[in-house]
């Protein structure tokens, strides 16, 4: 399996990804780390682990579409089984989501539906929330609508900070976003009208 990672930012997830690819648990091959911004920490993360990345920045007046259309070819030159967005913070055009549809997971720091969107987790606290968490899903072109494929809960505990719980799902984040990809290039999960998938049965 061919895999993609895209990212914006520090890219703790890209390595957990990184790791489990590299230690056999995830029978597959990141080809590429993609990322938005030239000062991401993941690109060194990916260089460190000797994989080749590449910066695609918006140009200025760069339209959505047209940006979107540099990445997606990009996306199609190398060829890729799985495109995996990690803390990527752009939106996607409908065009590109349908081109890797059933091929493209994004996560997301909320027990989703709830909390789309950014601040996931000072707006968990604010609505005074128990429990807070994360989830990985299929990308669509509705904005963090895909349909789910794993969540973790973690406890919100009294005295939270922001800081605190971002702390906490991350850790989650780390743990089930290489499961899911795992699941994937085992050839488990599909994307079906719209509906997750996994060994054929709805999630
Ligand atoms: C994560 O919280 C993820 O859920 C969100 O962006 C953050 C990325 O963190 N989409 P990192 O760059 O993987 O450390």
């Avoid at 091959?29 to 030239?38: G, L």
């Avoid at 999960?189 to 709805?202: H, I, N, Y």
Wanted: hydrophobic content about 40%; some cysteine; glycine content about 10%.
């Amino acid at each position: 399996n061919r895999i993609a990672v895209l990212i914006s930012g520090n890219g703790s997830n890209l390595q957990a990804l990184i790791d489990a690819s590299q230690s056999g648990e995830i029978p597959g091959e990141i080809v590429a780390v993609i990322s938005d911004k030239a000062d991401a920490y993941g690109l060194q993360r990916a260089k460190d682990a000797g994989i080749a990345t590449q910066v695609i920045a918006a140009e200025p007046g760069e339209s959505r579409a047209q940006y979107d259309q540099r990445l997606g070819a990009e996306l199609i030159r190398l060829n890729l089984d799985l495109v995996v967005l990690a803390g990527f913070m752009r939106i996607l055009s409908g065009p590109l989501v349908e081109r890797f549809a059933g091929r493209m997971f994004n996560i997301h720091p909320s027990l989703l539906p709830k909390y789309t969107g950014l601040n996931t987790h000072q707006r968990a606290l604010d609505a005074g929330d128990s429990e807070h968490g994360c989830s990985v899903h299929f990308v669509t072109a509705e904005l963090d609508g895909g349909p789910v494929i794993l969540q973790a809960k973690v406890p919100i505990f009294p005295g939270d900070e922001a800081d605190d719980l971002a702390q906490r799902v991350h850790q989650q984040e780390h743990r089930i976003y290489p499961l899911v990809v795992k699941w994937f290039c085992d050839g488990r999960l599909s994307m079906v009208d719209g509906e997750a998938r996994m060994d054929g049965q709805a999630l």
